[in-house]
């Protein structure tokens, strides 16, 4: 019978699902209703179809219910939009015998943040018996009692609520008692059985009945209990209570042992008869009831713990008794008034601990939720938070606050907030709670590398072998993780020509700067190198920087001879007459280095010499003279080789071979200094040919004029180098030269006559090959810097202006006979 009964039930519940599952939406909020006793994961109510809400919302707002209980009775599925069972739910735990039962929760949606309020209310359903606190029911009844005398009976306890409660009692027929059935205010339905005809205990001492208490559900449930009476000797007065209702207001904060209520019952009988003691009735077995009555003084104290919160009230049945069993009975009601004994609780109902930095004002960090249990102005919360934090509290729906930002945020000035939260109730006293959420700022690459320095300088000798480090630049970046990650390259320019990246290279890592060839500091001099730094933010930002690299000069290059002009097969040689003083100047040796600074100091020493007694050499100036009188025994060939070194470390140097002849007549020189045989025979046209011969190189001289003139004018529109720079220009010196400083050069002028023996004819004529080393350029800043390409051909230039006035000047001093040599 039981089995069908549970099968009968099933099939109602389901059935019930079909007819209770009412939704009603109305301003964002929605209304379900539901049978209890549901199984786990039965369908509650397609929220994404009430609500209009797509299921990619769902997921993508990452869709959740906050539940003011405990106890998590229904869950989401996201994936369908369903709410569902998640655990039994047993109306009478939840609401007792509060009616309409329900309970309520949020569907909170982020990014946006949005919030629904669910209302889902718990229909009964008849899972519970009347039940009679205990098994039986002892009355003690005086035969004497008069007929009509009401005995109150023990209550059935029902906790479904409306037609599944209690409805109806019934007493098993018999022939002394009948049952009235009553309804009190809150109602609930009790029971007295009234003594219909009188008692005789000598004929029956003992009586045995049955109580069913029935209620409306389908299908219908009861409870019995049994009623024992026995039969007293008469005692014709029942104890009376001085009041029918006793009503008492309790503060739910007194402590235990407080006598709360005083109750008294008079007995008209004298004597033992007249002695009343008091109970409390209706009471069920193991009853948590927090009062407890003196049975002989009737005062009701305080022995367990109460709660507004949990009982706003009690309602118990007063009984007193005298010693035959004669009952009286009343009722005791004890308000209790809620006092501010909780404190507000604070709930993170959606919080994820960050927020980006270039969040706009008014930006939602977190929806708290605040709730206070106790009730009227002890029940409502004010929540706040530091003032001197960039965000503040805004009421949201019913009991929930959302944290906005109030101002902008600046992760490189403060990365974390520790945020206390405090709510405060309006009680007297006010109670408060308190709770830290810490929030981080996340990063944005809202901040540029910066170097250490506008502009870095270095130095490195020339020379240097290729991937030499020439130094380290650093930046930083404020900014945090990949917006923070710095790399480093070259900015695109040109030296040359030549791309900088062919000189340079930097580690995009380290910021390490490396030279990819050797560097010539007669080539450049300093190199200015243009630096990126870029973070790895998105998008990148980026700062420039410049590096400075010196090159420092090294003592590469030798000294160069300019004068005397060396040739490979002419001979030339100085005149030193016989008569010259002591310090006469023969020549002056000069060289030039096209290094820098100490390593360009040149030094000139006398090497070798066919008589070292006879000439020196100026150390400073290169100038040669004589040390002693020239005497008749000296030699007319002397070979003088001269030694020019610079100061360098270490040094390097070149030699001169300058070849002096001491005489005072051409013809001496002449016997000394031939290296051919005479031809006994003259040639007669010797005159015509050499005057073609003049004719020819003087119009190569002034066809090379005119050429160099013009390429030296083409050029100084183009660059305005070579005339712009004040450069010294290298001298050759002549046989007639004069210092015109008078720094110890040639004092005088000295004329030299050519005379030419019969067979000179067959002379050779000897040109001197132009020298091609070093070229003089100026930069942009004025400073002079010697340069390969066009030094070399402005000393070819010059050299070969020189050598073809010297020969023209040899030819026509031979044809005409003005000077010694030719």
């Known amino acids: 019978m039981e ?8 099939l109602d519940w389901r059935v019930s699902i079909l007819l209770f599952c009412v939704v009603a939406a109305v301003n964002g909020q929605i209304r379900y ?6 199984r786990k994961g039965l369908f509650v109510g397609d929220v994404a179809k009430d609500l209009g809400l797509d299921l990619k919302r769902l997921v993508s707002g990452r869709a959740r219910l906050v539940i003011d209980e405990d106890n998590q009775y229904v869950v989401l599925n996201q994936n369908k939009g ?3 069972v998640n655990e039994r739910i047993d109306r009478e735990k939840l609401c007792a015998k509060k009616s309409p039962c329900s309970f309520s929760l949020e569907i909170v949606l982020e990014d946006p943040l949005e919030l629904f309020s669910i209302t889902i209310e718990i ?9 009679f606190p205990k098994k039986e029911i002892n009355l003690e009844i005086s035969e004497s009692t008069p007929t009509g005398t009401v005995f109150l009976l023990d209550s059935a306890a029902d906790p479904d609520v409306g037609v599944n409660s209690l409805q109806s009692y019934s007493l098993k027929a018999n022939d002394h008692f009948v049952l009235k059935q009553h309804t009190r205010g809150d109602g609930s339905k009790y029971a007295e059985m009234m003594l219909q005809s009188s008692l005789d205990r000598e004929k029956q001492n003992e009586h ?7 209620d409306g559900g389908e299908p219908q449930r009861s409870g019995t209990v049994r009623i024992h009476v026995s039969v007293l000797d008469a005692n014709d007065n029942a104890p ?13 904060n007194v402590s235990r042992g407080t006598v709360v209520a005083r109750v008294s019952a008079v007995d008209l009988d004298q004597g033992y008869n007249g002695n009343v003691t008091y109970f409390f009735t209706h009471l069920e077995e193991h009853s948590s009831c927090p009062f407890e009555i003196n049975s002989y003084t009737g005062e009701v104290k305080l022995t367990g713990d109460i709660d507004y919160e949990v009982s706003p009230s009690y309602e118990i049945n007063l009984q007193a008794k005298d010693p035959w069993g004669v009952v009286g009975a009343s009722k005791l009601i004890i308000e209790l008034a809620d006092v501010n004994d909780n404190s507000p609780v604070i709930t993170m109902a959606s919080y994820s601990g960050k927020i980006s930095e270039d969040s706009a004002p008014g930006t939602v960090v977190a929806l708290i939720s605040v709730q206070d249990k106790d009730s009227g102005k002890n029940g409502q919360v004010h929540l706040n938070i530091d003032e001197n934090l960039p965000f503040k509290i805004k009421s949201s729906l019913r009991n929930y606050y959302t944290l906005v930002t109030e101002q ?13 939260l405090t709510a405060t109730d309006e009680g007297l006293p006010a109670l408060s709670s308190s709770k830290t959420v810490f929030l981080d700022v996340t990063d944005i690459n809202d901040n540029a590398p910066a170097f250490s320095q506008s502009v870095y300088s270095t130095q490195v000798m020339e020379n240097n072998s290729p991937g030499v480090t020439l130094l380290q630049i650093y930046a930083t970046d404020p900014d945090q993780g990949q917006n923070a990650r710095i790399s480093y390259f070259l900015i695109d320019s040109e030296f040359n020509g030549a791309p900088v990246s062919s000189y340079f290279s930097i580690n995009t890592e380290s910021g390490v700067i490396q030279s990819l060839r050797s560097l010539d500091y007669e080539q450049v001099k300093e190199y200015k190198i243009r630096v990126k730094a870029q973070d790895g933010g998105s998008p990148p930002l980026t700062s420039n920087t410049t590096v400075n690299v010196h090159v420092k000069d090294q003592n590469d290059n030798p000294p160069q001879v300019l004068y005397p002009v060396q040739t490979g097969g002419s001979l030339v040689a100085e005149m030193v007459p016989r008569s010259a003083d002591v310090g006469y100047l023969v020549t002056k040796v000069v060289a030039v280095d096209v290094d820098s600074g100490q390593n360009a100091w040149l030094s000139y020493k006398l090497q070798k010499a066919t008589d070292r007694a006879l000439f020196e050499v100026g150390l400073q100036n290169g100038e040669i003279r004589t040390i002693r009188q020239v005497t008749d025994k000296d030699a007319v060939k002397q070979r003088l080789t001269v030694i020019v ?17 001491v005489a005072d007549s051409f013809p001496e020189v002449l016997s000394e200094f031939t290296d051919f045989t005479q031809d006994k025979e003259y040639n007669d046209n010797l005159t015509f040919y050499l005057v073609l011969a003049l004719a020819v190189v003087s119009f190569l001289f002034i066809t090379c004029l005119v050429v160099i003139i013009s390429v030296k004018i083409y050029r100084w529109r183009q660059s305005r180098v070579l005339y712009h720079s004040n450069l010294p220009v290298i001298p050759y010196y002549p046989p007639r030269y004069s210092d015109t400083l008078g720094t110890g050069t040639l004092q005088h002028v000295y004329n030299y006559e050519v005379c030419r023996t019969t067979d000179s004819r067959k002379s050779d004529m000897k040109y001197m090959k132009p020298m091609s080393q070093s070229l003089v350029s100026v930069d942009g800043a004025g400073t002079e810097t010697l340069q390969n390409g066009e030094q070399s051909s402005a000393v070819s230039h010059m050299s070969t202006l020189v050598s073809l006035s010297v020969d023209v000047y040899h030819i026509s001093c031979c044809i005409f006979g003005r000077n010694m040599f030719c």
């Not at 089995?3 to 099933?10: I, M, Y």
């Not at 070194?645 to 002849?661: K, L, M, W």
């Open 123 to 131: 229909q009964d359903v008849n899972d519970h018996a009347p039940a």
């Open 82 to 84: 369903h709410i569902v």
């Open 645 to 661: 070194e610079d100061n360098g470390q270490p040094s390097r140097s070149a030699t001169v071979i300058v070849n002096v002849a």
């Open 3 to 10: 089995t069908l009964r549970s099968k009968g039930a099933s």
């Open 408 to 420: 902008n945020l600046d992760r490189e000035k403060r990365s974390k907030y520790n945020i206390t």
């Open 33 to 38: 209703t539901i049978p209890e006793e549901m």
């Open 208 to 214: 045995t009945l049955i109580l069913t208490a029935v």
């Open 240 to 252: 009376v209570f001085t009041q029918s209702l006793y009503t008492v207001s309790v503060l739910e």
